[in-house]
């Protein structure tokens, strides 16, 4: 098995931080509210809107749009497709560590 | 991408998991077992007072307790400490479960912090309580003083543990600390019902409303 990483292995949409920060926190939570999202990770409307966006175009989350009651409610899922690109991404992480702790342990 | 920057990325999927985790952890149906042990005991409470032959003070007032013989209070006492402790090791042992089910640590930073938070306000109001309670210096508004005092710094302590997490947790601590303040301010003598209604009904709707969020199989 070839185990070399290559710059294409880091999938640039999810490597953004904030798009990152997104993507984790709805791999544990099935799903969030736009507003739970913003206040768990920090962000403001504008930045968390447009990365959102993003990640929907690469058709990674889905963005449900509807009402409670009155007040819209913004709704956000990580697809499957956004599942397997974090998974891909966290080992691709796993490996540059592993290699990266193996480098230092090897006698110069 | 380097191996230092692989690390920290790393470290910050983990910060940022634990912080949604901490939400999706919070198990709907002990706030639910626990609300239900506070109305249970607002009842017997009532029922205590209302058994008294020359009362002082209402059945609904927890200055009532000076009514009761001492094996009452004694009673009276062992049975919130019990619904306390109780309360605290179902929410203990089912975030523990939920978590493990997750596939998550229960002891992560943010699940760290959020307990730290906890625990200030709540040894506080334990200390204020022995205090209140001290057999030398058993007075009426003192007493009536417990609930409200519990009110305002179990959800100071729920707000601030809220701030590691999502709203809802920050929601029901400022609904407690808003409990307790009108409770100490106007309704120190309904203390059974304000507890009834805060310690008892406020934790029974946040359990179903995590519930209905998270789907009953998330909330155990």
């Known amino acids: 098995m070839n185990d070399s990483i290559k710059p294409d292995d880091i999938d640039p949409v999810i490597h953004e931080r904030v798009r990152l920060a997104i993507v984790s926190a709805l791999a544990v939570a099935p799903e969030m509210s736009f507003n739970e999202l913003k206040s768990t990770l920090g962000l403001s409307d504008g930045n968390l809107s447009a990365h959102a966006t993003s990640l929907q175009k690469a058709g990674y989350i889905e963005i449900a749009k509807s009402f409670k009651g009155r007040r819209p409610y913004t709704a956000l899922r990580l697809t499957a497709v956004g599942q397997e690109a974090f998974r891909r991404y966290v080992e691709t992480l796993r490996k540059i560590i592993e290699k990266g702790t193996q480098t230092m342990d090897e006698p110069k | ?220």
């Open chain 2, 1 to 220: 991408m380097d191996h230092d920057e692989a690390q920290v990325r790393m470290q910050e999927i983990q910060r940022i998991m634990e912080r949604a985790t901490l939400w999706t952890i919070l198990p709907g149906t002990s706030a639910i077992t626990g609300g239900l042990m506070v109305l249970g005991g607002c009842l017997v409470s009532y029922l205590m007072f209302r058994s008294v032959k020359d009362p002082s003070f209402a059945p609904i007032d927890f200055a009532s307790l000076l009514d009761l013989s001492l094996n009452g209070q004694i009673a009276f006492c062992v049975m919130w400490f019990l619904i306390g402790v109780g309360g605290i090791v179902a929410e203990i042992h089912f975030a523990q479960l939920q978590a493990r089910r997750q596939g998550i640590s229960p002891k992560g930073r943010s699940a760290r912090l959020a307990f730290f938070s906890l625990t200030p306000s709540v040894v506080i109001a334990m200390v204020l309580t022995v205090k209140f309670l001290a057999p030398t210096n058993l007075r009426s508004q003192e007493i009536q003083y417990i609930a409200p005092v519990w009110m305002m710094l179990y959800g100071t302590g729920v707000y601030t543990a809220g701030l590691f997490s999502v709203r809802a947790p920050r929601t029901l601590g400022k609904a407690f600390i808003a409990a307790g303040v009108a409770s100490i301010g106007f309704f120190q003598q309904y203390g059974v019902i304000t507890a009834a209604l805060s310690f008892g009904l406020f934790h029974i709707a946040f359990g179903l409303y995590v519930i209905g969020k998270r789907g009953a199989g998330l909330a155990t």
